[in-house]
């Protein structure tokens, strides 16, 4: 490959993997507040979640795996795993990798959930909305397409529909501590001689 189809190969694998992310945490949430997708069962979200989770790091992989071997900018392998030592943008790429890393987290206690547990698997699984600002941030800052009108516009419509899915599971979240405090508050009064 040349340089030059490596550098639009890192970026159309760039963009897929916004793309791909962003519909992984909408997904994650439709998971988690039990939502089921027009035409799927519940149990079919989920699948849909975890093939898509796992398509988008195949993504990923390939983005990384084209940002080091285009020859164009020196990125070594170390600086995909290691974050902040590449010479390169340090910052932005940096930022990257601890998205890169959270993301390996996230994905390796998935496929390992049987063994270390759910509540183990919850506490790293939360890693995932750190995860994907992290990479939002990574990609304005490095991304050579930043500023162009498309990736704008899809730059905001993944903004958007993450913090519209976001705000509704706060707001859920929210609801269901209100109920639980009224039901405790009301067995706690009907305890009272």
Do not use: K
Request: include cysteine.
């Amino acid at each position: 490959m040349t340089s030059e189809t490596l550098w639009y190969a890192n970026r159309a694998t760039g963009a897929i993997c916004l793309i791909l992310f962003t519909i992984v945490v909408l997904l994650g949430i439709a998971v988690r507040l039990r939502t089921r997708l027009p035409g799927l069962p519940r149990f079919g979200t989920i699948g849909l979640h975890r093939t898509l989770s796992l398509s988008a790091t195949a993504f990923l992989a390939l983005h990384i795996g084209f940002a080091v071997f285009d020859g164009y900018v020196n990125i070594t392998a170390l600086d995909a795993i290691v974050p902040f030592v590449s010479d390169y943008q340090p910052l932005w790429l940096g930022l990257g990798t601890v998205a890169f890393d959270l993301m390996l987290a996230v994905v390796i206690t998935s496929l390992l959930r049987q063994r270390i547990g759910h509540r183990a698997w919850r506490a790293v699984h939360w890693l995932a909305y750190a995860c994907w600002p992290m990479a939002l941030i990574h990609g304005t800052g490095i991304g050579t397409d930043t500023g162009t009108d498309w990736m704008t516009w899809l730059t905001i419509t993944c903004v958007a529909a993450v913090l519209t899915a976001g705000g509704i599971r706060v707001a859920h979240s929210a609801r269901a501590a209100r109920h639980t405090s009224a039901a405790l508050l009301r067995t706690a009064e009907g305890a009272r001689p």
